[in-house]
């Protein structure tokens, strides 16, 4: 690696959770904005690497603006919810690339950095010489990873887009939603930035397949990751049997893609996902539900003909599910084997006995409030000998400056002055 962590550059930060990052030593610079390439940066910091979070001078990272900015119990302010999610374990400094000082800056930084990312439109940073080939010029072990909507070829390279963009465009919303001839039918976009999430996460695994070559061959190479690409990709067999048949997938509700019973049923008290996907998990539903008639019909003897008659069969079976209490139906399906699960609501989500033993959520300093902290989503990312850690808040706008250019990057004091007086750095 050509940057290597030393003491002064990771002031404040427990030497052992250094140490113990399976990407300590890695030193990135975070160029993104919003949601997919943050959320890259922010895999990689909770890994171990040193991110660099280069913001424009005055507003910063677009998401410092975006999502819910709550009001807290004791009156404190909390920060955006978009840009709080996306951001721990980076240290911010905000510097003009649109000025010559400012891209001189940038490229000093990424001549010992081993990974850039950054999500501008292709083309853009070319014209101050921070693109991938003026940088692989002074530094050929660099990974630079592009986070585009439509990538850096094709027709469409220079449109920009947005996470529910690409839900639409790419074919998610058109088989998400009620079926047709039922109430409310028509196409849905989810709830979350899907899109955007597992962008950040293939651009992440482009990044590590890069060092992992230059591991071997001394050389980095640029990572070209969309979210055309990936909405695609996530709808993996759907999209599948479309190319193999040429038959369009029709949305279908909540019901399971390809087996039946698979969906949201209701109960006395509230719904209930059941997912019986084989023979013996449905006629143990059967058993259970005390319609074991259901198991020998000859409408329903396999999953295929489950799905094809699946009306039929919800229509057999509503009433009797109905006069189940939820949690008593979830035992009972439990207790044979057949998963299932109530149809949850965040507060309900947050309360599972599951989620808190997983340590799913993590106390964050809130750099709003000093002294206060904010319950954030921890990492998926699980390791035993190299744990993932939380060694810094999301940064306020421009707070590490200092510490990066003259621990990290090695500037005095004049010439930290030098870029100041002449507008590059905030």
Same mark, same amino acid.
């Given at each position: 690696? !050509?940057?290597?962590?030393?003491?002064?550059?990771?002031?404040?930060?427990?030497?052992?959770? /250094?140490?113990?990052?399976?990407?300590?030593?890695?030193?990135?610079?975070?160029?993104?904005?919003?949601?997919?390439?943050?959320?890259?940066?922010?895999?990689?910091?909770?890994?171990? @690497?040193?991110?660099?979070?280069?913001?424009?001078?005055?507003?910063?990272?677009?998401?410092?603006?975006?999502? /819910?900015?709550?009001?807290?119990?004791?009156?404190?302010?909390? =920060?955006?919810?978009?840009?709080?999610?996306?951001?721990? *374990?980076?240290?911010?400094?905000?510097?003009?690339?649109?000025?010559?000082?400012?891209?001189?800056?940038?490229?000093?930084?990424?001549?010992? $950095?081993?990974?850039?990312?950054?999500?501008?439109? =292709?083309?853009?940073?070319?014209?101050?010489?921070?693109?991938?080939?003026?940088?692989?010029?002074?530094?050929?072990?660099?990974?630079?990873?592009? /986070? !585009?909507?439509?990538?850096?070829?094709?027709?469409?390279?220079?449109?920009?887009?947005?996470? %529910?963009?690409?839900?639409?465009?790419?074919?998610?919303? &058109?088989?998400?939603?009620?079926?047709?001839?039922?109430?409310?039918?028509?196409?849905?976009?989810?709830?979350?930035?899907?899109?955007?999430?597992?962008?950040?996460?293939?651009?992440?695994? #482009?990044?590590?397949?890069?060092?992992?070559?230059?591991?071997? &061959?001394?050389?980095?190479?640029?990572?070209?990751?969309?979210?055309? +690409?990936?909405?695609?990709?996530?709808?993996?067999?759907?999209?599948?049997?479309?190319?193999?048949?040429?038959?369009? =997938?029709?949305?279908?509700?909540? @019901? #399971?893609? #390809? %087996?039946?019973?698979?969906?949201?049923?209701?109960?006395?008290?509230?719904? /209930?996902?059941? &997912?019986?996907?084989? *023979?013996?998990?449905?006629? @143990?539903?059967?058993?259970?539900?005390?319609? =074991?008639?259901?198991?020998?019909?000859?409408?329903?003897? *396999?999953?295929?003909?489950?799905?094809?008659?699946?009306?039929?069969?919800?229509?057999?079976?509503? +009433?009797?599910? !109905?006069?189940?209490?939820?949690?008593?139906?979830?035992?009972?399906? !439990? @207790?044979?084997?057949?998963?299932?699960?109530?149809?949850?609501?965040?507060?309900?989500?947050?309360?599972?006995?599951?989620?808190?033993?997983? #340590?799913?959520?993590?106390?964050?300093?809130?750099?709003?409030?000093?002294? $206060? &902290?904010?319950?954030?989503?921890?990492?998926?990312?699980?390791?035993?000998?190299?744990?993932?850690?939380?060694?810094?808040?999301?940064?306020?706008?421009?707070?590490?400056?200092?510490?990066?250019?003259?621990?990290?990057?090695?500037?005095?004091?004049?010439?930290?002055?030098?870029?100041?007086?002449?507008?590059?750095?905030?």
């Amino acid at each position: 690696m !050509t940057a290597e962590t030393d003491e002064q550059c990771t002031s404040g930060v427990a030497p052992e959770a /250094i140490q113990q990052g399976a990407l300590s030593g890695l030193r990135v610079l975070d160029l993104g904005r919003v949601l997919a390439a943050p959320w890259a940066g922010q895999i990689l910091g909770d890994l171990g @690497a040193d991110v660099i979070k280069i913001e424009r001078p005055g507003c910063g990272d677009d998401a410092r603006s975006m999502g /819910i900015l709550p009001e807290l119990p004791g009156g404190g302010e909390a =920060p955006a919810s978009m840009f709080f999610v996306a951001n721990r *374990n980076k240290r911010s400094i905000a510097i003009d690339m649109a000025r010559t000082e400012g891209a001189e800056l940038v490229r000093r930084m990424a001549a010992t $950095s081993d990974v850039l990312i950054e999500n501008f439109l =292709p083309g853009k940073l070319a014209r101050f010489g921070l693109d991938y080939d003026s940088l692989r010029a002074v530094n050929p072990r660099l990974i630079y990873c592009s /986070i !585009t909507g439509f990538g850096q070829d094709g027709p469409y390279r220079d449109r920009p887009g947005y996470d %529910g963009l690409f839900q639409a465009l790419g074919g998610l919303m &058109s088989v998400t939603g009620n079926e047709d001839g039922t109430p409310g039918a028509g196409p849905v976009k989810p709830g979350p930035s899907l899109v955007d999430v597992a962008t950040g996460y293939v651009a992440v695994i #482009g990044i590590l397949a890069a060092l992992e070559h230059r591991h071997r &061959s001394g050389v980095g190479q640029h990572v070209d990751a969309t979210l055309l +690409d990936t909405v695609i990709s996530l709808q993996s067999s759907l999209a599948q049997s479309y190319l193999v048949s040429g038959k369009v =997938p029709q949305r279908t509700g909540s @019901a #399971g893609n #390809g %087996g039946h019973p698979a969906g949201m049923f209701h109960c006395a008290d509230g719904p /209930i996902y059941i &997912s019986a996907g084989t *023979n013996a998990h449905y006629a @143990a539903l059967c058993r259970v539900i005390g319609m =074991p008639e259901l198991a020998e019909d000859p409408r329903f003897v *396999n999953n295929q003909l489950r799905f094809a008659n699946r009306h039929a069969w919800n229509a057999l079976a509503a +009433d009797t599910l !109905t006069g189940w209490k939820r949690e008593e139906l979830i035992d009972a399906l !439990t @207790a044979v084997g057949v998963p299932c699960g109530p149809v949850s609501d965040y507060p309900e989500v947050f309360a599972h006995p599951q989620v808190i033993s997983r #340590g799913i959520v993590i106390p964050v300093d809130n750099p709003c409030d000093p002294g $206060s &902290s904010l319950p954030t989503l921890a990492s998926p990312v699980r390791l035993s000998e190299t744990p993932v850690s939380y060694r810094r808040r999301p940064p306020r706008l421009n707070e590490n400056a200092e510490e990066i250019l003259g621990a990290c990057f090695g500037l005095g004091p004049d010439e930290i002055e030098r870029y100041r007086r002449s507008g590059a750095l905030g």
